[in-house]
């Protein structure tokens, strides 16, 4: 079941994905880049990331992240055989459910926009 950490994880990681995508993509769009025909499976890998933490974010209360495991590693298991942005973006998604469950020091989850954590009434 998702707890505070995982949630702030979550947060840490698609922030971190979407960082990613943007420095890959540049003013490009993704549907655009994927419409072009040419394989990107780094900017796939990242929407992977991105997509696993926004699942993670929006779990509900019964769910584990083992559920979600299992529907990343099956996304992972048919991707095998559709190329190789398929597969980045599959193994993406599992390498965030991975960083997300790692163990972490909660000043690290830490939103510098947010200010330190366990702070009230920061703007």
């Given at each position: 079941m998702l707890n505070v950490i995982s949630s702030a994880r979550a947060g840490q990681v698609r922030r971190d994905a979407l960082a990613h995508?943007?420095?890959?993509?540049?003013?490009?769009?993704?549907?655009?880049?994927?419409?072009?025909?040419?394989?990107?499976?780094?900017?796939?890998?990242?929407?992977?990331?991105?997509?696993?933490?926004?699942?993670?974010?929006?779990l509900s209360a019964g769910v584990t992240l083992d559920a979600l495991r299992a529907e990343w590693t099956a996304v992972r298991n048919a991707a095998a055989s559709r190329g190789s942005d398929w597969q980045a973006y599959a193994y993406g998604g599992l390498d965030a459910l991975d960083e997300i469950e790692a163990p972490t020091d909660p000043a690290d989850l830490a939103d510098p926009a947010a200010g330190p954590v366990g702070s009230v009434g920061t703007p």
């Amino acid at each position: 079941m998702l707890n505070v950490i995982s949630s702030a994880r979550a947060g840490q990681v698609r922030r971190d994905a979407l960082a990613h995508l943007q420095a890959l993509a540049g003013d490009a769009g993704l549907c655009s880049i994927s419409r072009s025909g040419q394989a990107f499976p780094s900017a796939k890998y990242h929407e992977g990331r991105l997509a696993a933490a926004a699942q993670v974010r929006r779990l509900s209360a019964g769910v584990t992240l083992d559920a979600l495991r299992a529907e990343w590693t099956a996304v992972r298991n048919a991707a095998a055989s559709r190329g190789s942005d398929w597969q980045a973006y599959a193994y993406g998604g599992l390498d965030a459910l991975d960083e997300i469950e790692a163990p972490t020091d909660p000043a690290d989850l830490a939103d510098p926009a947010a200010g330190p954590v366990g702070s009230v009434g920061t703007p």
